[in-house]
């Protein structure tokens, strides 16, 4: 049905910066959102941004740091990591609200999820 491939994950100094990406693949006919969120030891995953249409959003914690983007013909969404913080440090997953063939509707499908690591 459809894939999702995330990479770019890694080590960054506190204040660094990391682009992630994730490309979804398969008998797809529609995407409709895709977005990352992250889950930190011990915590729930959070939404970290989204993106619809060109409409995005952020959580209130990386405004203004993080860019999410996204190039629909190579059906990928990325996240453009600023001024990274020991906080942001957890396992980032791609999400993908997609319409696969076979099926009547939309489905959510994750990646595998990348690690990011905040540290000096």
């Known amino acids: 049905q459809v894939q999702l491939v995330e990479s770019g994950g890694g080590l960054v100094q506190p204040g660094g910066s990391l682009r992630l990406s994730c490309a979804a693949s398969?008998?797809?006919?529609?995407?409709?959102?895709m977005g990352w969120y992250r889950q930190a030891p011990g915590k729930q995953r959070e939404l970290v941004a989204s993106?619809?249409?060109?409409?995005?959003h952020y959580a209130d914690s990386v405004k203004g740091r993080f860019t999410i983007s996204r190039d629909n013909g190579k059906n990928t969404v990325y996240l453009q990591m600023n001024s990274l913080k020991p906080e942001d440090t957890a396992v980032y997953y791609c999400?993908?609200?997609?319409?696969?063939?076979?099926?009547?509707?939309?489905?959510?499908?994750w990646g595998q999820g990348t690690q990011v690591t905040v540290s000096s």
């Open positions: 999400n993908c609200n997609a319409w696969p063939v076979g099926l009547s509707n939309y489905a959510n499908y």
């Open positions: 398969g008998s797809i006919l529609s995407i409709n959102a």
């Open positions: 993106i619809i249409s060109g409409n995005t």
